[in-house]
């Protein structure tokens, strides 16, 4: 597959804020297309025929994204301070294709860790730094291996997976994809959900995926792979060790103050009401927050931001904030 990259669309910075440089990258050859559908019977499989001709007026070429360096990365940090480890990897792939014309190629990455502590959000703010689009695959609601390898045009309802979703209707070679909760994902008799990940999560082997619906190889070897898992136990091996396995920890107690403090600042900046509202929580407020899973704590300060308007406060007041219930667990810290 042709899929030599030509010229830049953004020229590189010279400043100390590193932009996207964008190159176009051929994601299917044109005549295999054509091919496919010169071969399709007048009637029946309109919906194969439209998606053929979908990609014809498309066309294969899509943006491949990748810094021209190491981005400042300082507010990340400080905002998702238990994936230290995550975006030091990050880093480190972003370091290697610098000042070159390789693509951005990043390890596919398992985040494994309990529930709620950021992992999918981490995964949202990767595609944000990169520059690039993001899908997500939620496992827990998967009940066929097509939802990522599409359906064969046999079948009534057939229709492309996931991955030939994202390339083909995407603007990106490289999109981040994000396969939530993978442990989740039940094999059953006649489908195994995680069959098409043991070819796209090779380089190699991605190059020339084919999609079970559309039948034509596309280039799936720059895709961005971030799963995430709350049990390793629940992954095939041969899946584990085509990975790079981080183990994501309950933010400590200060942390988690740090994660509190950012989200109220996040939440307040990013609506008008919040000009209304003091700029900074008060200590006792963060201490509360902090005992909150980082999922819990947007919620609780949403719900504190109201109340406090209700009472015609512009601060937030401990007693603004739910309570953690007798029936629901509280997040475990990292001593």
Request: charged share 25%; aromatic share 6%; no cysteine.
């Amino acid at each position: 597959m042709d899929s030599r990259p030509s010229r830049d669309l953004v020229p590189a910075s010279t400043s100390s804020f590193r932009l996207p440089v964008a190159h176009l990258r051929s994601v299917f050859r044109t005549h295999d297309v054509e091919r496919k559908l010169a071969k399709l019977p007048e009637r029946d499989h309109e919906h194969l025929r439209t998606t053929y001709e979908r990609m014809l007026e498309r066309g294969p070429e899509r943006f491949q994204v990748k810094p021209s360096g190491v981005p400042e990365m300082a507010a990340l940090y400080a905002e998702l301070p238990n994936f230290t480890d995550v975006l030091d990897d990050v880093r480190r792939h972003v370091a290697l294709a610098q000042d070159s014309r390789d693509g951005l190629e990043v390890t596919p990455m398992l985040l494994l860790g309990p529930p709620g502590i950021g992992k999918t959000h981490f995964a949202k703010r990767l595609a944000e730094l990169l520059g690039t689009g993001m899908s997500l695959v939620p496992m827990s609601s998967m009940t066929a291996g097509w939802l990522l390898s599409g359906a064969s045009s046999q079948w009534k309802g057939a229709k492309p997976g996931k991955v030939f979703e994202a390339l083909v209707d995407g603007q990106y070679a490289n999109p981040v994809m994000v396969i939530d909760e993978i442990d989740k994902a039940g094999a059953d008799v006649q489908y195994d959900p995680l069959g098409a990940l043991y070819s796209l999560l090779e380089h190699d082997t991605a190059h020339a995926f084919v999609d079970e619906f559309a039948e034509v190889p596309i280039d799936a070897s720059q895709v961005i792979w971030v799963t995430t898992a709350n049990d390793v136990r629940g992954i095939p091996e041969p899946i584990l060790n085509r990975m790079n396995v981080f183990e994501i920890d309950a933010p400590s107690p200060e942390a988690a103050r740090q994660i509190a403090r950012q989200l109220y600042a996040s939440i307040r900046e990013g609506h008008d009401w919040g000009r209304r509202l003091a700029e900074e929580p008060s200590a006792d407020v963060l201490d509360q927050l902090a005992t909150m899973a980082p999922r819990e704590m947007r919620r609780a300060l949403m719900t504190g931001f109201g109340n406090a308007r209700l009472a015609g406060r512009d601060e937030v007041h401990v007693e603004d904030l739910p309570r953690t219930g007798p029936g629901r667990s509280r997040i475990g810290f990292v001593q």
